[in-house]
C-alpha cells in the first residue's frame, strides 16, 4: 500500500539518467560566471574581473579535474559518480562545452566590454593600429624593460625541445636560415614579471604583440617564418602515499613534480601557422582534442591588471564590513571582552558582512594576550600572508600557551604557504599536526581552554569559510561562537581523536566525516519525511557549494517522493535533476552567483513548527564526506537559528542573481515577476548589516 504522497510505482533512484555529470555540472557554473561578464548592468571593471575569474577558473579545472579524468581514462577507470559518463565521453563533451564558452568569452570582450573600455579612457589596442607616436613609446619600453629579460631557445643537434612551464605565455617560432634554407623551431617566453598589457603612452598594448614585432632581433641574420603564439595547462594534482613517514617533505618533493605535470591542453592563437603547431603538438604529445584555439587574446587571466585600475567609478563601491551589535564594544578603544560576550548567548556571524576582524580574529588574539586561557587549538586549511592568526598562534606558543594547530598541507595550491606557516609554528614551540593519513583535514575549528574559577571552560568557532581574511571580504561565510558544554566536549573530542591515536569518537552534537556526517543529514532528512507521512508538513533546504554524493541525493529524492519541498542552494555543482515526474517533483534548486563567493554550507531541517538548524564545512561529495575530516555543529541559539533561517528565505526569493535548474539540465536566470524590482541578496544583506549597525543605507 502506497502513501498519499507516493506514487504506486517506485522508480530506481540509482537510475543514471537521473543525475548530471560533475565535470559538465561545473561548466555550466562558470557559464554562470561568464554571464555576469556579460551583463551590462554590472559595473565596466567588474565585467573585467568576471572574464579575469572565468579564465582563471577554467585554468584549475583542467589543471584539477581534466587532469584526473584524462589519467582515468587512459588507466581504463570507470567513473564512479551517479551518472556513470565514460570516461572518454566526459572529455569529449567538455571539449565541446568549453570551446563554446571560451568563443563567448572572447566575443563578450572584443565586441562588448574592449569598447566601452575605451570609451571609459583605458584603450587596450593591437600594436599595428598604434598611431606613430605610441608606436614609438611602445619600442622604447621594448628596448629599456622588455628586450633585457628574452631569452629565445632553439631546438637542434644539442639543443632539446625546451621545457614550457604551466601557464606561460609563449612564442613558437620557426627561423630560418636565408643563406642555407636550414629551419628551426624556437621559443620565446612572454615574461611574466612585466605588465601583459604594456603601456604606450595612454594605450595598452598586449605584451606578446610587441614581442612578436621584435622577435627577428633575437635571431641576428635569420628569418621568422611562421610563428605561434601558444600556452599549455599542465596537471597540477598529485596524490601522496599513506605510507609516507615525512609527510611534510613528500609533499614537498610533490611540490617540485608539479611543475612538470603533463600537459592536458594547449591554446594557440587561432590562425596559428601550421609547421610551429605541429611542433607543438608532437613534442608535447597533445591529442586533437586537447588542442583549443582561441579567437583573441590568450590569456584572460591578464584582465585583472584592467579590472584593478584606479578607477573606482567604474567598479562596485566598497563595502566595509559591520561589527556586529553585540560585539561592538562601548569605549573608545571599542574594547569588548568576547569571551563574556559569548558567556551571553551564542553569536552568530556573516562574512563579509560582518567584520572578520572584529569577530574571528579578535576571537584569538584576544586568547593569546589573556592570562586566563591555558590552551589554543586551531585548523589551518589555507590563510593568507597577511592573516594575523598564525602569528598570534606563534605568539601564544612563545606566551607559554599549549598551542596545537592543525596544518592541512595537502589543501591544493596552498601547499607552500602552508609549508611555512608549519615550519614557522614548529620553530616556535607550537605542536603542529598534519591530520591523518589518507584524509584532508577541512574542518575550521578553533577551541580555547580558559581558567574561570575552580573550572577550565571551553570556548570554540565553528565555521564554514577557512581562517583567511583575504578571502573573508569576498567570500560569504558562517561562523557560530559558542561555550556550550556538550559541543565544545565534542569539538575537543576531535582535535584529540586527530592529535592523538584512538578510534574516532562517537559525537554527541557534531555530525564528522568520514565517520558519521554522511548518515547524520540523512537521518535528518528521514526524520522531516517520517513527520510528514505522519501529517506534520515538513521541509528541507540545505545550502552548499557542491552536491553529488550519490545517498545524499538518493535521500533527496526520497524526501521528494514522499511529497517534501526540498529547496537546494547550490552555488557551483549539482549532480541531481530536480522536476523529474514521479522523482523530484518537489524538489528546487538554485544557483547565486554574483558579487561574493557564496560558500556557505547551511542545512535546515523542518517538520511543522519545529527546525533543526547546522552550518559546517562539507559540501555534499564524495570527497568530502569520505575522504576529508569535516565538521557540521547545530544551531541551538533561538536568535541564531532565526536569522539562519530568515538568510535562507532571502537567498531563495533572489530574483537578481539567482539562476534556477530544470529536469533538462539547463540553468536559467531567475527574474522578478511582471517586471518588478528585483531582489539582490547579496545588497540585502548588506543593508541589513548596515541597518543592524545603525549605519542606515
Not at 445 to 463: F, K, N, P, S, T
Not at 598 to 611: K, L, N, P, Q, T
Amino acid at each position: 500500500m502506497t502513501t498519499a504522497h507516493e506514487p504506486a510505482s517506485a522508480p530506481d533512484l540509482a537510475d543514471p539518467g537521473l543525475y548530471t555529470n560533475r565535470e559538465l555540472s561545473w561548466l555550466d557554473f562558470n557559464a554562470r560566471v561568464l554571464a555576469l561578464a556579460a551583463d551590462p548592468g554590472q559595473p565596466l571593471l567588474e565585467r573585467c574581473k568576471f572574464l579575469a575569474i572565468f579564465a582563471s577558473n577554467l585554468d584549475e579545472f583542467f589543471m584539477v579535474r581534466v587532469a584526473a579524468s584524462q589519467e582515468a581514462a587512459a588507466a581504463g577507470r570507470r567513473s564512479s559518480t551517479p551518472d556513470r559518463m565514460p570516461r572518454d565521453e566526459v572529455l569529449t563533451r567538455v571539449a565541446v562545452r568549453v570551446r563554446e564558452l571560451v568563443d563567448e568569452q572572447h566575443r563578450i570582450w572584443q565586441d562588448d566590454i574592449r569598447p566601452r573600455l575605451a570609451e571609459a579612457g583605458i584603450v587596450v589596442a593591437d600594436l599595428a593600429s598604434l598611431s606613430a607616436d605610441d608606436r614609438a613609446a611602445a619600442d622604447d619600453g621594448f628596448e629599456r624593460q622588455v628586450l633585457p629579460v628574452l631569452t629565445p631557445l632553439a631546438v637542434g643537434p644539442g639543443l632539446p625541445f625546451p621545457y614550457i612551464s604551466g601557464l606561460s605565455l609563449n612564442l613558437g617560432l620557426i627561423v630560418r636560415d636565408p643563406e642555407t634554407g636550414e629551419q628551426r623551431f624556437a621559443r620565446l617566453k612572454v615574461p611574466s614579471g612585466l605588465p601583459r598589457l604594456f603601456p604606450a603612452r595612454d594605450r595598452l598594448v598586449p605584451l606578446e604583440q610587441l614581442i612578436g614585432a621584435h622577435a627577428a632581433r633575437l635571431f641576428p641574420g635569420m628569418e621568422i617564418a611562421q610563428s605561434v603564439l601558444f600556452r599549455v595547462t599542465r596537471d597540477a594534482d598529485f596524490d601522496i602515499s599513506d605510507d609516507a613517514d615525512d609527510l611534510l617533505g613528500a609533499v614537498e618533493d610533490q611540490l617540485r613534480q608539479r611543475r612538470f605535470g603533463h600537459v592536458v591542453r594547449l591554446e594557440v592563437q587561432q590562425g596559428a601557422a601550421p609547421e610551429p603547431l605541429e611542433e607543438l603538438t608532437t613534442a608535447m604529445r597533445v591529442a586533437a582534442r586537447d588542442t583549443y584555439y582561441v579567437p583573441g587574446l590568450l590569456d584572460m587571466t591578464s584582465l585583472w591588471q584592467v579590472a584593478t585600475l584606479p578607477r573606482p567609478e567604474l567598479r562596485d563601491t566598497e563595502w566595509r564590513p559591520v561589527v556586529p551589535h553585540r560585539l561592538r564594544g562601548t569605549d573608545e578603544d571599542d574594547s569588548l571582552d568576547m569571551f563574556a560576550a559569548i558567556r551571553g548567548g551564542d553569536i552568530l556571524v556573516h562574512h563579509p558582512y560582518d567584520d572578520f576582524t572584529a569577530t574571528v580574529e579578535r576571537f584569538v588574539v584576544q586568547a593569546v594576550d589573556d592570562p586566563d586561557v591555558l590552551a589554543i587549538k586551531q585548523t589551518v586549511y589555507r590563510t593568507s600572508g597577511d592573516s594575523p592568526i598564525v602569528p598570534a598562534l606563534i605568539r601564544a606558543a612563545e606566551r607559554g600557551i599549549q598551542t596545537i594547530c592543525l596544518v592541512e598541507l595537502k589543501a591544493r595550491f596552498d601547499e607552500e604557504r602552508n609549508i611555512r606557516w608549519a615550519r614557522a609554528l614548529e620553530r616556535a614551540g607550537v605542536h603542529v599536526v598534519y591530520g591523518i593519513p589518507g584524509l584532508k583535514t577541512h574542518a575550521k575549528l578553533c577551541m580555547v581552554a580558559r581558567r574561570e574559577g575552580d573550572r577550565v571552560r571551553r570556548y570554540c568557532h565553528i565555521g564554514t569559510g577557512n581562517y583567511n581574511p583575504s578571502t573573508a571580504r569576498l567570500y560569504t561565510d558562517i561562523g557560530l561562537f559558542t561555550c556550550d558544554e556538550v559541543i565544545t566536549q565534542d569539538v575537543a573530542n576531535l582535535f584529540n581523536h586527530l592529535t592523538g591515536f584512538a578510534r574516532p569518537p562517537r559525537d554527541e552534537r557534531l555530525l564528522v566525516a568520514p565517520s558519521h556526517l554522511r548518515e547524520g543529514l540523512v537521518a535528518e532528512i528521514e526524520r522531516v519525511v517520517a513527520a510528514h507521512r505522519d501529517g506534520v508538513p515538513g521541509r528541507v533546504v540545505m545550502k552548499m557549494n557542491s552536491l553529488v554524493d550519490g545517498p545524499i541525493s538518493e535521500a533527496i529524492y526520497r524526501a521528494s517522493r514522499a511529497g517534501v519541498p526540498v529547496d537546494l542552494v547550490i552555488r557551483g555543482i549539482c549532480g541531481l535533476r530536480p522536476g523529474v515526474p514521479g522523482v523530484s517533483d518537489h524538489v528546487r534548486v538554485v544557483s547565486i552567483v554574483g558579487r561574493f563567493l557564496e560558500h556557505a554550507r547551511i542545512f535546515a531541517f523542518h517538520s511543522g513548527d519545529d527546525a533543526r538548524v547546522w552550518i559546517g564545512s562539507a559540501d555534499m561529495m564524495v570527497r568530502n564526506l569520505d575522504h576529508r575530516v569535516e565538521a557540521v555543529a547545530p544551531v541551538d541559539d533561538p536568535a541564531c537559528r532565526r536569522e539562519l533561517l530568515a538568510a535562507l528565505e532571502v537567498m531563495l526569493s533572489d530574483t537578481a542573481l539567482a539562476w534556477r535548474l530544470d529536469a533538462s539540465g539547463a540553468w536559467t536566470r531567475v527574474l522578478p515577476p511582471d517586471g518588478g524590482e528585483p531582489l539582490n541578496s547579496h545588497s540585502a544583506f548588506m543593508a541589513r548589516a548596515l541597518e543592524a549597525a545603525g549605519r542606515l543605507v
